[in-house]
T-cell receptor, first 115, second 116 residues
């Protein structure tokens, strides 16, 4: 069965420091992978997605993610975080079956920014 | 262009009642999906509708139902509410409905349901 694991529940980094959020997936075929961000009380905003091609994907707000098939990982990175990046981050995989498609989310990583 | 809109924003119900949540997709989008997000967890897939037909259902009881209208808006209905139904209910729309989920889903702000 498809699944997504985000091993870090909560991460705190200093403003201006680099960031890496970990994501591991389990999926039998070529995965379609996403990172979403959710601010408190808000819906989900798509940061970036990987379908195929270049394994380093650029997203909005200065984020990037790298797909590593050998490690079943899709880690999210940002070279320098801003206080406004504090939010919950969800890694997700698209799972196709029958005639439907759905997104399977990880449990999320809460990012706090230290001034 | 307006994004995905959901109503109401917040809702308080008591056990045993039923609730109807509404979603309007992005203009031109024909697919709507519903997700339940319990506090502290990632969203869980409930339903997907495309062209007014149910195309997928997650592992939720029959108390949960949905429908899609000719204008592609959608309603999620939950009967016989339980305390455990308290959650943020998210609606997502996409332009098409592809088998392998390659069409990006855009999420609304959600409806916060509290069951007392």
């Amino acid at each position: 069965a498809q699944s997504v694991t985000q091993p870090d529940i909560h991460i705190t980094v200093s403003e201006g420091a680099s960031l890496e959020l970990r994501c591991n997936y389990s999926y039998g075929a070529t995965p379609y992978l996403f990172w979403y961000v959710q601010s408190p009380g808000q819906g989900l905003q798509l940061l970036l997605k990987y379908f195929s091609g270049d394994t380093l994907v650029q997203g909005i707000k200065g984020f990037e993610a790298e797909f590593k098939r050998s490690q079943s990982s899709f880690n999210l990175r940002k070279p320098s975080v801003h206080w406004s990046d504090a939010a919950e981050y969800f890694c997700a995989v698209a799972a196709g079956y029958s005639s439907a498609s759905k997104i399977i989310f990880g449990s999320g990583t809460r990012l706090s920014i230290r001034p | 262009d307006a994004g995905v809109t959901q109503s109401p924003t917040h809702l308080i119900k008591t056990r045993g009642q039923h609730v109807t949540l509404r979603c309007s997709p992005i203009s031109g989008h024909k697919s709507v999906s519903w997700y339940q997000q319990v506090l502290g967890q990632g969203p869980q897939f409930i339903f997907q509708y495309y062209e007014k037909e149910e195309r997928g259902r997650g592992n939720f009881p029959d108390r949960f139902s949905a429908r899609q209208f000719p204008n592609y808006s959608s309603e999620l209905n939950v009967n016989a509410l339980l305390l455990g139904d308290s959650a943020l209910y998210l609606c997502a729309s996409s332009a098409t409905q592809t088998r392998w989920g390659t069409d990006t889903q855009y999420f609304g702000p959600g409806t916060r349901l509290t069951v007392l």
